[in-house]
């Protein structure tokens, strides 16, 4: 059996490997929305006392100040010594957790790149201040943070490669199960690999492109 | 406080970093009186308007809406009852010029959709944009956002509108269609505080005009008395420097 009849034969695999990728990917990405939406609120319109934001302060430098494979390790061996964890648990939770640092400054650069007349004048108009971040802040923030948010999206799917480091049987490693079983074509197998993150990643681009442009209020430069 | 007074303010002060921007004012407006605010740069007439509805808080002094007193725990709601027009529009964005007029008519004052809308509509026909309506304020010129933001200040029915300069940001061939919408405002009876450097504006609408210098007002009259028999030496040279590059 030559390495195309194998790559043919064990391509389901190599779709089960996507298919855990593209779950890991979601998962990460959609703790790091939440918790970095919070962030970014508590960070621009939260009480200023130095006990609450200087925590947030040092979660998010620390999140982003250390390698990925780092926290794998820490999150997937330090905290399985404590609490039964899996290798996917573990990896959804260090790279949502970093994620979160990644977009709650993706998010608060677009909150503060709307103009201070924006929240005053709909102050001036009588909206409390949660309206006036729902109605009027919120949704010109969202338009300013689809493109730095699809960079963090792009660097994500790569990212989910690395859960493979723990043992997470997702894309990268069920490649390197099919390279182990026929004893080399690793430029042939990996290319196939490649192809497939290759494609999920313009894809997903090109659909937050697509989100962007129906989002973008005319006469408007961007 | 003074009888039907609309908004009487009284004794505002406000310092920033020890230097003391308005060192005491009071004033107050009648139903349907213009009153407009002038003086040099730095004379606080801004930093007035804005501690009318707390977009500044002042240090000192009260500020009564209707006989209410302006205060932070009422303050969206006074807020909801005082129009503002700032300098540089500040129209929201994303929205058109129709969601402009009507988001804080149902947002904030709770009216229905379709209220709000006929609401809007007729607010931006008087100030002539009635075919507007669909357009976002970046396809607009300066003017035109201009008197959408007057339109959104009017659609919330307040008891007192407040201009910050509406034309200052406005190129000078754009100032005419803004300066015509407050006139028509005034001379239709709406009650307004406004800061302007428009001294046609301030002569042919004001009831009266109120002149400013550092933190005090100098003096105040009747357009004719400021602009024809100013008792006051400061009064006289910032109108003449006025005159002459005005």
Redesign the interface.
């Known amino acids: 059996m030559d390495i195309y009849d194998v790559l043919l034969r064990d391509f389901p695999f190599l779709l089960k490997g996507l298919g855990v990728a593209i779950v890991l990917l979601a998962a990460l990405l959609l703790i790091g929305f939440v918790i970095g939406m919070a962030i970014c609120l508590i960070q621009l319109y939260g009480p200023k006392s130095r006990l609450l934001q200087w925590p947030l302060k040092l979660y998010e430098r620390v999140f982003r100040g250390v390698p990925i494979i780092i926290m794998l390790f820490i999150f997937f061996y330090g905290i399985s010594g404590v609490f039964d964890i899996s290798a996917f648990g573990a990896a959804i939770l260090a790279m949502g957790l970093r994620s979160a640092a990644y977009q709650s400054q993706i998010f608060r650069s677009a909150f503060q790149s709307v103009?201070s007349?924006?929240m005053?004048?709909?102050?001036?108009?009588?909206?409390?201040k949660i309206?006036a971040i729902r109605?009027?802040i919120f949704?010109?923030a969202a338009?300013h943070a689809i493109g730095p948010w699809t960079n963090e999206f792009s660097s994500e799917i790569k990212e989910t490669s690395l859960a493979y480091v723990i043992g997470v049987v997702e894309l990268t490693r069920q490649a390197h199960y099919i390279i182990t079983s026929t004893q080399g074509n690793v430029l042939t197998v990996f290319a196939v690999v490649a192809l497939m993150y290759f494609v999920l990643n313009r894809t997903g681009n090109s659909l937050l492109y697509a989100f962007e442009r129906k989002l973008a209020?005319?006469?408007?430069?961007k | 406080m003074a009888d039907n007074l609309i908004l009487d303010v009284q004794d505002v002060k406000k310092a920033y970093d020890g230097l003391q921007v308005l060192k005491g004012i009071g004033f107050g407006l009648r139903k349907g009186e213009t009153k407009v605010l002038i003086g040099p740069s730095g004379s606080g007439k801004s930093t007035l308007l804005r501690c009318i509805?707390y977009?500044t808080v002042p240090d000192a002094g009260r500020i009564y809406l209707n006989g209410e007193e302006v205060l932070d725990k009422n303050i969206?709601?006074?807020?909801?009852?005082m129009g503002?027009v700032?300098q540089?529009f500040?129209?929201?964005?994303?929205l058109t010029v129709l969601d402009n007029v009507r988001?804080?008519q149902i947002?904030?004052?709770g009216v229905d959709k379709d209220t709000a809308t006929q609401r809007a509509l007729r607010e931006l026909e008087r100030v002539g944009l009635g075919d507007k309506a669909a357009?976002?304020?970046?396809?607009l010129s300066g003017g035109q956002q201009q008197r959408v933001?007057i339109a959104?200040?009017l659609a919330?029915d307040p008891d007192v509108l407040l201009f910050d300069e509406p034309t200052s940001a406005l190129d000078p061939e754009l100032t005419g269609e803004v300066v015509r919408v407050m006139q028509q405002l005034a001379a239709e009876g709406m009650t307004m505080v406004v800061v302007t450097h428009e001294m046609s504006f301030a002569r042919q609408a004001a009831d009266e005009i109120i002149f400013m210098e550092k933190g005090h007002i100098v003096e105040q009259g009747t357009p004719d008395i400021l602009f024809n028999s100013a008792a006051n030496e400061r009064t006289k040279a910032f109108l003449n420097v006025i005159a002459e590059h005005g």
């Open positions: 103009p007349g924006q005053m004048a709909a102050r001036a108009m009588g909206m409390s309206k109605h009027i949704p010109q338009r209020v005319p006469g408007f430069e | 509805n977009l969206d709601n006074m807020r909801a009852r503002f700032f540089d500040n129209l929201f964005t994303h988001i804080c947002k904030v004052s357009a976002y304020p970046a396809e933001s959104r200040a919330m």
